[in-house]
């Protein structure tokens, strides 16, 4: 009941949350944005990455989200109230806590995410730099980090997203993500927007 109270106490005082997906990169958080997007939800994007082989649908990014680890004015993110944006979650810890945040988090199997990124290097000319076996411990990590913040910030409500199960239960994640969202979403719209031949990079 206190956290209740207290999520009411936070939007009298700051508004509306800010609707973020976040997730580690390819976990699917620009699948999230498109089906936020169809389902009739206003985004917080500006177009200047383009889509390209590796998110043929588009990135569904904002270029200032880039800068919150810095020093500066971050009072922009006041006017995306109501909004969905896309943020890592390596930037979560760097977002002031004068918004409310409903965060949508993205959850993937770290081999698909490794297979994923690497891939994505190789589509660039790009090397990683670490092996897999490490990169996958330090990613478990952060993640527990990034659990724990969300469970204790007061600026936090979070929906955990398996990115499988929306591949495989469009319809019912889609009413997940749009109960907990609300804005009068429309799930069936949301759910169509799934693509299943873009889940290209799969554990077994």
């Known amino acids: 009941m206190g956290s209740r109270v207290q999520q009411m106490m936070r939007k009298f005082r700051y508004g509306e949350p800010i609707v973020v997906v976040s ?27 383009q889509a390209d082989e590796d998110n043929p649908r588009g990135y569904f990014e ?3 989200v880039k800068d919150l680890d810095k020093e500066g004015d971050k009072d922009w993110l006041k006017q995306e109230r109501g909004r969905a944006i896309k943020i890592i979650s390596f930037l979560l810890p760097h977002l002031p806590a004068t918004n409310n945040y409903r965060v949508i988090f993205m959850q993937r199997d770290l081999r698909e995410v490794l297979a994923s990124q690497s891939k994505m290097l190789v589509n660039r ?29 007061p600026q936090f409500e979070v929906l955990e997203v398996k990115h499988r199960e929306v591949i495989e239960s469009p319809l019912e ?23 299943q031949q873009l889940y290209r990079n799969r554990a077994s």
């Open 62 to 64: 904002h270029e200032r």
């Open 23 to 49: 997730g580690l990169p390819r976990s699917g958080t620009s699948m999230a944005m498109r089906m936020l997007e169809a389902g009739g939800m206003q985004l917080a994007i500006d177009g200047i990455r």
């Open 173 to 195: 994640q889609a009413r997940r993500m749009a109960a907990f969202v609300g804005h009068g979403l429309d799930a069936d719209k949301m759910a169509a927007a799934v693509e």
């Open 125 to 153: 000319g790009e090397d990683s730099g670490a092996e897999d076996e490490q990169m996958s411990s330090e990613y478990e990590q952060h993640l527990e980090r990034v659990a724990f913040l969300l469970r204790y910030r």
